[in-house]
Nanobody
Framework: QVQLVESGGGLVQAGGSLRLSCAAS????????ITWYRQAPGKQRELVAS???????NYADSVKGRFTISRDNAPNTVYLQMNSLKPEDTGVYYC?????????WGKGTLVTVSS
């Protein structure tokens, strides 16, 4: 059983920064590939960034150069540092992992970027 809990969202002005955290419970965290998704109002959920167990990173084109994903296997947390935020970054940010054919999602954290 895996549980993912996001935190760190909030209201920020354009150009500002936020750091999101995804805390994972369940054994074998170091083997998890963790992905951040976001969903803006009225839009489909989209991939933002992912990080593998070996530390390889992947980013959506829209966030490259502004967002950084990182992980700390003790205490089982993945971070998303978001800089130079834009109003179009507004949405609910979700943490995701798949393990043993099962999808695990967190409940999300809301990020609102005002212009």
């Amino acid at each position: 059983q895996v549980q993912l809990v996001e935190s760190g969202g909030g209201l920020v002005q354009a150009g500002g920064s936020l750091r999101l955290s995804c805390a994972a419970s369940g054994s074998g965290f170091s083997f998890f590939v963790i992905t951040w998704y976001r969903q803006a109002p009225g839009k489909q959920r989209e991939l933002v960034a992912s990080i593998t167990t070996g530390g390889s990173r992947n980013y959506a084109d829209s966030v490259k150069g502004r967002f950084t994903i990182s992980r700390d296997n003790a205490p089982n947390t993945v971070y998303l540092q978001m800089n130079s935020l834009k109003p179009e970054d507004t949405g609910v940010y979700y943490c995701y992992t798949g393990l043993g054919g099962v999808d695990y999602w967190g409940k999300g954290t809301l990020v609102t970027v005002s212009s």
